[in-house]
């Protein structure tokens, strides 16, 4: 629900109670990860739990939270005596967690406030329980955790730049754009992002990163490359990637070779950046870099789906963003009716 935070601000600010309907539990195949919310206010919907496969369902039951204030969990699957009457076509199994949460009722001060930690960029922690929200960690039924967005650091000001910057924050990032040019680095160009007018191996060297950090160089200047990409790679960044053909990329290994990086080192360089989608124009190559992205934070191949076997999504996710963990594999399962 913490990724919802921003969207809720209107019904937090509201007279009208609202229902929470919230993943936490997946076993085998289903549309949507562990985490995932929808809320119902009694009118309308907000977010989305399971693609369309049972939503119409889980607002049966929103609506009997809305009206007797009970804390449901309750679930989702195959056919079987246990599970809710409506089911998963993929086969696999969801468990919801349903609460009514009113914004002028003191039982709600704990979602509220970490809804807020979440809108002003800090990190928040929200217990579920059979009760609704709250009470002690080890007696809980699903805990989520949400940290402030990743940085996504770009050096180079393009119009590469401007389309891989619109699409890291579509996803969550917290975007960096930095150039010495003055004249290209301006806020219509890239809105919505922080603008850097320096020399990038200064910015680099200063700037707070961690493992989940992002950094992708755009620029074709040999006057900073090489030396940003070296400070680049002996960073916590998680991903580091440069734009350029394969000769621009032999003659960058050159270069940092001269500036001695190691074996290992030079091994976390994702260059030439992006994985082989047939881009070209500025919007295709920043799906192609974003899809390299994932694939790198998620550990995982980037090969089709259509070539592997077993569930499509594991039950973390592959969230950076969102720790989410659920108390057990089983779940109490609390009365529907």
């Known amino acids: 629900m913490l990724e919802l935070a921003d969207r809720l601000s209107p019904l937090i ?23 995932s919310s929808m809320v119902f206010d009694g009118e309308s919907v907000i977010g989305s739990i399971a693609a369309g496969c049972v939503e119409g369902a889980v607002v049966d039951v929103a609506e009997r939270v809305l009206d007797d204030r009970r804390t449901r969990i309750v679930s989702f699957g195959v056919a079987d005596d246990d599970l809710y009457a409506a089911g998963l076509s993929c086969g696999g199994e969801l468990r919801i967690h349903l609460s009514r949460v009113d914004p002028h009722h003191p039982g709600a001060a704990g979602v509220l406030a970490a809804l807020a930690r979440v809108r002003s960029g800090q990190s928040a922690r929200l217990l579920y329980s059979a009760d609704g929200f709250g009470g002690r960690e080890c007696d809980a039924e699903f805990v989520e955790t949400r940290t402030p967005p990743a940085q996504f650091l770009i050096v180079g000001a393009m119009e590469y730049s401007t389309a891989l910057s619109a699409a890291a924050q579509a996803l969550d990032y917290r975007v960096t754009v930095c150039d010495p040019r003055a004249l290209f680095t301006t806020q219509d160009r890239f809105p919505g992002t ?15 990163l961690d493992s989940r950090s992002v950094i992708c160089v755009l620029s074709h200047d040999d006057r900073f ?7 680049a790679l002996r960073s916590p960044a998680g991903y580091v990637g440069a734009m350029g053909s394969r000769r621009t990329h032999e003659r960058r290994m050159r270069a940092l070779l001269d500036l001695g990086l190691s074996d290992e080192e030079l091994t976390r360089l994702h260059s030439p950046i992006g994985l082989d989608l047939g881009a070209s124009t500025p919007a295709e190559t920043a ?40 108390k057990s594999a089983s779940l109490s399962r609390l009365t529907t009716s």
């Open 13 to 35: 600010s509201g007279d009208r109670p609202f229902v929470t309907a919230t993943v936490i539990g997946v076993d085998g195949s289903a549309p949507h990860v562990l985490g």
């Open 225 to 231: 490359d090489a030396e940003t990409i070296a400070l």
């Open 194 to 208: 922080e603008l850097v007018v320096a020399w990038p191996p200064r910015h680099l060297a200063a700037a707070q």
């Open 287 to 326: 799906i192609s870099i974003l899809a390299e992205v994932l694939a790198q934070r998620n550990g995982t191949s980037g090969r089709p789906l259509r070539t592997g076997e077993g569930a499509i999504h594991g039950n973390s996710g592959g969230r950076s963003r969102s720790k989410l963990a659920s």
